[in-house]
Structures are given as structure tokens and as C-alpha cells.
């Protein structure tokens, strides 16, 4: 990962814009890439989280100084949130279509979110760079998705299609949506949920 940020640098129009697309971009498929163990494994980035210095010699330099925490970070978060799926807001997909000429990525439509508000907080809202499960069954503990005969697969949320939501003056999350994944699905329609 840190070789690759720092190749970012060379070329490009000076404008950064580019390099940070390519960094999110970079930075999504990697978590996408991870299979559970790798997000209950406390240790995967124990050694290259370092100190963070004062000040910087480039902007790699700066840059490269975050990646690591931030993927630790990233990873404990997700590991929080597997511990309670259960809690976690779902819906039934009700449609799941591959973009033409985007390669691994998906048009979503699900149903209603269900079980959107937890803990007093405002309720769930489906938002560009959400990580969602995907799978077959609505899980209610990790093992649920370790079992030999069930899929899953992680996806960032590119972006919310939420016309619906805004003609009825209605406040709630979006139905329609569009993903990434970082492998090819091919799932049954009848039995696919979002975690």
C-alpha cells in the first residue's frame, strides 16, 4: 500500500485531484479485499502504525504517515460492527444489476431499511463510502457468514440515487443506490440482504 501512495506522486497535472481519487479509490479496494480473519486479526497493521511526526518533508511523506492508522482504524471499526451485525440496519435487495461498462459495479434497489434507529441516535442514512454486507441470510453473528454454504461480500456505496426520497418530503435513507465490490457476484435475487 505505501509503495503504491507513493508512486501517486510522479506524473499527473499538479492539481492533486487525480492522486486523491486514486488514493480513495485505492484505499476502498483494499478494505473491500479483506476477508475476515484479516478484519478480526488485531496484529495486521500493529507493526506499521508508527508515531506520527511533528512535521513533514513532502506531501507524501505527510500522507504516507496516515495511510496505516487510518487502515487500522478502518479495520477495528469494521470488527465493531461485525461483533453486532444483528444490531446492525438491513433490507431485502429487490434488485441488483451490473453497470454497463463499470466493471465490479452495481444498481442496488432494496426494499424499506428496517431497524434504522439504535441507541437514540439519528436514524441510518445510506451515504457514498458506506461499507455494506451483502450476503444470502440476514446475519445475526459472524459465524452466520463463516458457514461453507453461505456468500457474502463487502461494498462501498458509490452513490445514492434518492429522487424518491425527496418527492415525498420523506427523510429517510435512500432505496436506491450504487456499489462497488472488489470481486464479481453472482447471487441469487431471491435471498440477497444489506447489512
Same mark, same amino acid.
Given at each position: 500500500?505505501?509503495?503504491?501512495?507513493?508512486? =501517486?506522486?510522479?506524473?499527473?497535472?499538479? =492539481?492533486?485531484?487525480?492522486?486523491?481519487?486514486?488514493?480513495?479509490?485505492?484505499?476502498?479496494?483494499?478494505?473491500?479485499?479483506?476477508?475476515?480473519?484479516?478484519?478480526?486479526?488485531?496484529? !495486521?497493521?500493529?507493526?506499521? #502504525?508508527?508515531?506520527?511526526?511533528?512535521?513533514?518533508?513532502? #506531501?507524501?511523506?505527510?500522507?504516507?504517515?496516515?495511510?496505516?492508522? !487510518?487502515?487500522?482504524?478502518?479495520? %477495528?471499526?469494521?470488527?465493531?460492527?461485525?461483533?453486532? #451485525?444483528?444490531? %446492525?440496519?438491513? %433490507?431485502?435487495? @429487490? =434488485?441488483?444489476?451490473?453497470?454497463?461498462?463499470?466493471?465490479?459495479?452495481?444498481?442496488?434497489?432494496?426494499?424499506?431499511?428496517?431497524?434504522?434507529? =439504535?441507541?437514540?441516535?439519528?436514524?441510518?442514512? @445510506?451515504?457514498?463510502?458506506?461499507?455494506?454486507? !451483502?450476503?444470502?441470510?440476514?446475519?445475526?453473528?459472524?459465524?452466520?457468514?463463516?458457514?461453507?454454504?453461505?456468500?457474502?461480500?463487502? %461494498?462501498?456505496?458509490?452513490?445514492?440515487?434518492?429522487?424518491? @426520497?425527496?418527492?415525498?418530503?420523506?427523510?429517510?435513507?435512500?432505496?436506491?443506490?450504487?456499489?462497488? @465490490?472488489?470481486?464479481? !457476484?453472482?447471487?441469487?435475487?431471491?435471498?440477497?440482504?444489506?447489512?
Amino acid at each position: 500500500m505505501r509503495r503504491r501512495i507513493q508512486e =501517486s506522486g510522479n506524473g499527473g497535472s499538479g =492539481s492533486g485531484t487525480g492522486r486523491r481519487s486514486w488514493l480513495k479509490d485505492d484505499f476502498t479496494d483494499l478494505v473491500l479485499s479483506w476477508s475476515l480473519k484479516e478484519i478480526f486479526d488485531e496484529n !495486521l497493521y500493529k507493526y506499521q #502504525v508508527g508515531e506520527i511526526p511533528q512535521s513533514f518533508e513532502s #506531501v507524501d511523506q505527510y500522507l504516507g504517515s496516515y495511510v496505516f492508522p !487510518l487502515l487500522e482504524e478502518t479495520r %477495528a471499526e469494521l470488527a465493531s460492527a461485525l461483533e453486532t #451485525v444483528y444490531k %446492525a440496519p438491513f %433490507a431485502e435487495v @429487490t =434488485s441488483f444489476n451490473e453497470l454497463k461498462g463499470d466493471k465490479l459495479q452495481y444498481h442496488v434497489k432494496v426494499d424499506h431499511w428496517r431497524n434504522r434507529k =439504535s441507541d437514540g441516535k439519528e436514524p441510518y442514512r @445510506t451515504l457514498p463510502g458506506d461499507v455494506v454486507l !451483502l450476503s444470502d441470510l440476514k446475519p445475526e453473528t459472524v459465524c452466520d457468514l463463516q458457514r461453507v454454504d453461505r456468500t457474502f461480500t463487502f %461494498a462501498s456505496v458509490t452513490n445514492t440515487v434518492d429522487d424518491e @426520497t425527496r418527492e415525498s418530503g420523506d427523510n429517510c435513507t435512500p432505496s436506491n443506490f450504487k456499489v462497488k @465490490t472488489e470481486k464479481p !457476484l453472482k447471487l441469487e435475487m431471491d435471498s440477497m440482504s444489506f447489512s
